[in-house]
């Protein structure tokens, strides 16, 4: 079974900094990954997708890399804003349709 | 394009009441799907469906039917409403095939079951 998980739980950083969330699943056959992005009271809104195939996406200030050998992904936030501030949760799909969650890192950025 | 849309957006329900969360897309991707959402469990695939006419239970699907008779609706019953069914429920959208998987999710239902 996929087991997904996030590290840290919550992380809290001065504006301007930047920072890297990360993500670890157990089985490495997966067909893809996908970061999203959940504001308090609010649906998930996808960040970014990397196909198994590729090695990292980036959009804008977001960069996402995949080491699917080692089960790792990780998201890069250059520059954080306030407006960052939201909960952070990846995805991988393993066979037919599913998607295994992780939990989420609950990221505050400071003014 | 509205998007995914659902309602209604809280409820709450007696023990053994029930009810239909809708769910609703626009852009007429052929998969849709609802999850759960859970502190400390993360979101978890309830039912989901790869067109009309089909459907197929994920992970958690006691409790709760689904049918898909149109490409744009997916609604979930639950039959007989229990505490154990308090959560958050969010309904997802993508197209099917390789590079297109984005999924977009709906706003949420908030659902308290006394």
């Known amino acids: 079974k996929q087991e997904v998980t996030q590290i840290p739980a919550a992380l809290s950083v001065p504006e301007g900094e930047n920072l890297v969330l990360n993500c670890s699943f157990t089985?490495?056959?997966?067909?893809?990954l996908q970061w999203f992005r959940q504001d308090p009271g609010k649906g998930l809104t996808s960040l970014l997708l990397?196909?198994?195939?590729?090695r990292e996406q980036t959009s804008g200030r977001l960069n996402a890399s995949l080491d699917k050998s080692s089960g790792r992904s990780t998201l890069y936030i250059a520059a954080s804003q306030p407006g960052d501030s939201a909960t952070y949760l990846c995805a991988v799909k393993t066979s037919g349709s599913r998607l295994t969650f992780g939990e989420g890192t609950q990221l505050t950025v400071n003014p | 394009n509205a998007g995914v849309t659902q309602t209604p957006k809280f409820q709450v329900l007696k023990t053994g009441q029930s009810m239909t969360l809708q769910c609703a897309q626009d852009?007429?991707?052929?998969?849709m799907s609802w999850y759960r959402q859970d502190p400390g469990m993360g979101l978890r695939l309830i039912h989901y469906?790869?067109?009309?006419?089909?459907?197929d239970q994920g992970e958690v699907p006691n409790g709760y039917n689904v049918s898909r008779s149109t490409t744009e609706d997916f609604p979930l019953r639950l039959l007989s409403a229990a505490p154990s069914q308090t959560s958050v429920y969010f309904c997802a959208s993508r197209r099917t095939g390789q590079g297109v998987e984005t999924q977009y999710f709906g706003p949420g239902t908030r659902l308290l079951v006394l």
């Open positions: 089985d490495s056959a997966i067909y893809n």
């Open positions: 469906s790869v067109g009309a006419g089909i459907t």
């Open positions: 990397i196909q198994s195939s590729q």
């Open positions: 852009m007429n991707h052929e998969y």
